[in-house]
């Protein structure tokens, strides 16, 4: 693919190639996305960045070659990622999110009238400015008064925090690459510590089909450092032929995982204070992968 | 692919291709299953069928180059479609099985005690005997005295039948080909004229997400023919990359669609009664739509 359009000139006939982009999603099973244009491509000091139009998902941002989000089905993580932990704090008036340099998340956490400041720390300022660029439906908040950007590494940043934040949301890319850092034990405790008593911590948290044994290993991390953690999973297209996986985590324990604030938030195509609530119902054979407990904690599920 | 394994022999060592299949999901969108061996070809009257060991979800049935169904993820599907309504009919005694030739949802339906017979009507006798020798995971419950197999087209055998099941499950393929009948405004009143009065039809019906103009027909068509109609969704990786969609129609007016029978079933991995809750929730951007009614005829949504 060259850095316009896969054009070739034959014989004075415009031949438009016919690019597919395969992203795996194990080592037996693919999905190809046709693209139709690429519109950006660069390396930061971090990874490679593309933006490209694909034919069925709209535009659509790469990191090192693995899709970060579609204008299509973006809505489904996002709200999903933020309306869940901000409608169960009794009052989110400061929100850290870490990663999420789309700025589709801080889009979300915007909705919530009781914020009054949100942290953006992204590691990689490049990512940021091509999505204000390549993706406005998603950057467009990030002039919002009350969001403040640091460009920083999350594990850094978090290790001086004590008791700052209401909600931390960990929007970041797989565990593989400038990421790994945000899939330890030590970040979860320091995540604990950064956040006020009543504070939550809602991350993705992978594929409970396909990556089992990696959703396993950070729900029982998370329950080193937290009373309460739960799974929650919703389809999002782009990321997984099977449901994705979240995984919120209390400071306290709570009696539920239903929404506590009701308060109708603006424009959501996905979340709903219904699908907040069957969000946490697990099939058997997901509540079964939380329920193994080689380590003899006593995890317990919802 | 040859009759047997793809082995090409090279100065005397064994290459073996890498072979892949390709479902396209969209014209822009496919998903890619690497296939080691495929165990049975063949063509019946209807179609041309096959079965083939995929790496990373077993054994699948292919019908016209398209997969019904995997070793890996049936119990989803197959579970979904059977016990959301065996759950809710007070006495489900007489249950119609049309298409299902693979067997999964005859071996659901008799986990059941309450059943007393089901009637198999399937219009490929091969997929049948193709299925009992090389699937037999989900077939082997075919020669259950309870179960009455008819080699039938189902449009043709249901047209006779006045009240006569407790419920009716449509396991059928895509609405191309064989299956093109089965998803007719004409098969839905025979439908409903073949059960009795309490009597519940369940269909599996394609994918809101990727043909919402196909679910909303077919939830159009189903509405003019019973009072109640309501979708249920449910992840099933091989069939799409996003939710599956199901019908439940009721020939009177349910007041609820949770299970009204609460005995355990036997060897669920997917379905449990809060998940037959929880699959009814539906978020916004199906809610809608289910809504659109350009006919004016007040179609209600749960």
Chains 1, 2 share one sequence.
Request: net charge negative; proline share 6%.
């Amino acid at each position: 693919m060259g850095k316009e359009r896969g054009n070739y000139q034959h014989l004075g006939q415009v031949i438009e190639l016919d690019l597919w982009f395969t992203e795996r999603e194990t080592d037996h099973l693919t999905v190809q996305w046709r693209i139709t244009e690429t519109l950006y491509r660069g390396r930061s000091r971090y990874q490679e960045i593309v933006v490209a139009e694909s034919a069925e998902f709209g535009r659509m941002l790469f990191l090192d070659g693995i899709i970060q989000t579609s204008l299509r089905d973006e809505f489904i993580y996002h709200e999903m990622l933020v309306h869940v932990p901000l409608s169960i704090h009794p009052k989110p008036e400061k929100v850290l999110v870490i990663g999420g340099g789309d700025g589709g998340t801080v889009r979300e956490v915007l909705k919530h009238p009781e914020v009054k400041r949100v942290h953006l720390v992204e590691i990689d300022e490049q990512v940021i400015e091509v999505c204000r660029k390549f993706l406005p439906e998603l950057a467009a908040k990030f002039d919002d008064p009350r969001v403040e950007i640091h460009i920083a590494d999350g594990v850094e940043y978090l290790k001086d925090r004590r008791q700052a934040y209401d909600v931390i949301l960990i929007d970041s890319s797989d565990p593989l690459g400038p990421a790994e850092g945000l899939f330890t034990e030590a970040f979860y405790a320091d995540a604990s510590r950064a956040l006020k008593k009543e504070g939550l911590l809602a991350i993705q948290s992978e594929s409970p089909f396909y990556t089992p044994k990696l959703v396993q290993d950070i729900y029982r991390a998370l329950s080193r450092h937290f009373p309460w953690v739960r799974l929650y999973t919703a389809s999002v297209p782009t990321y997984s032929t099977a449901p994705w996986g979240f995984m919120l985590a209390s400071r306290r324990y709570l009696e539920s995982a239903g929404p506590r604030r009701s308060k109708p938030i603006p424009a959501t195509r996905y979340y709903s204070p219904e699908i907040h609530k069957a969000a946490f119902v697990l099939p058997p054979f997901i509540k079964e992968l939380l329920q193994t407990d080689e380590d003899g904690e006593g995890v317990s599920t919802a």
